[in-house]
Every structure is written in structure tokens, then in C-alpha cells.
């Protein structure tokens, strides 16, 4: 059985820092590109950052370049997000997907919340 289960998310203040983790299960984690994307109220999905099965590509959407950091442990089968510098219109769900050819799985997402 697929499982992406993300953990980490919660209240923080402007300016401060959450370390994002999704955990996958079921399918091979290391072949597979993993991506963060968040939904905030009323908006669309956006992509936020991915990065390739090794690792040896990243990207991230403007506007978090600077701020957020996404990496990945094959190991431990684990994608993080490490986000800084966070601002209020950083508040959103935020969704983990593993992609390979036609295979895409996405996780239940965690809530991030920036507020003073």
C-alpha cells in the first residue's frame, strides 16, 4: 500500500522556521522524483520545490528561492522541507507527490500557519 504521510506542520511566527517531512512507504522511494506543492485558501495548487530521485536537481518556485530548502534521505525514504524566513502568504496546506512515468502518489498534506 502507498503511504506519503507528511508531518511538521504548525503555528509559527513571522520569521521563524519549520522543517517539513513526508515519509513514503509502498512504492520504491528512490527512483521516484519527489515534490512539495501548497494550497492556500481560495487559490490554486503551486508547485513549491522538487527534486529528482538522486537528488542532483532541485528547483524551486520564486517565491520561496532563498527561504526554503527541499531534500531527501533514500535511506530513510524521506523528503524534507526546510522552511525559513516564513511569511504570512506562506500559509497553506502543504502536499508531498512522488512521480516516476506514470506513477503519481500524493500524500494527505500538513497545515502551515503564519500569524503573529
Known amino acids: 500500500q502507498v503511504q506519503l504521510v507528511e508531518s511538521g506542520g504548525g503555528l509559527v511566527q513571522p520569521g521563524g522556521s519549520l522543517r517539513l517531512s513526508c515519509a513514503a512507504s509502498g512504492f520504491t522511494f528512490s527512483t521516484y522524483a519527489m515534490s512539495w506543492y501548497r494550497q492556500a485558501p481560495g487559490k490554486e495548487r503551486e508547485l513549491v520545490a522538487d527534486i529528482t530521485s538522486t537528488g542532483g536537481s532541485i528547483n524551486y518556485a520564486d517565491p520561496v528561492k532563498g527561504r526554503f530548502t527541499i531534500s531527501r534521505d533514500n535511506a530513510k525514504k524521506t523528503v524534507y522541507l526546510q522552511m525559513n524566513s516564513l511569511k504570512p502568504e506562506d500559509t497553506a496546506v502543504y502536499v508531498c507527490?512522488?512521480?516516476?512515468?506514470?506513477?503519481?502518489?500524493w500524500g494527505q498534506g500538513t497545515q502551515v500557519t503564519v500569524s503573529s
Open positions: 507527490k512522488a512521480d516516476r512515468y506514470l506513477y503519481t502518489y
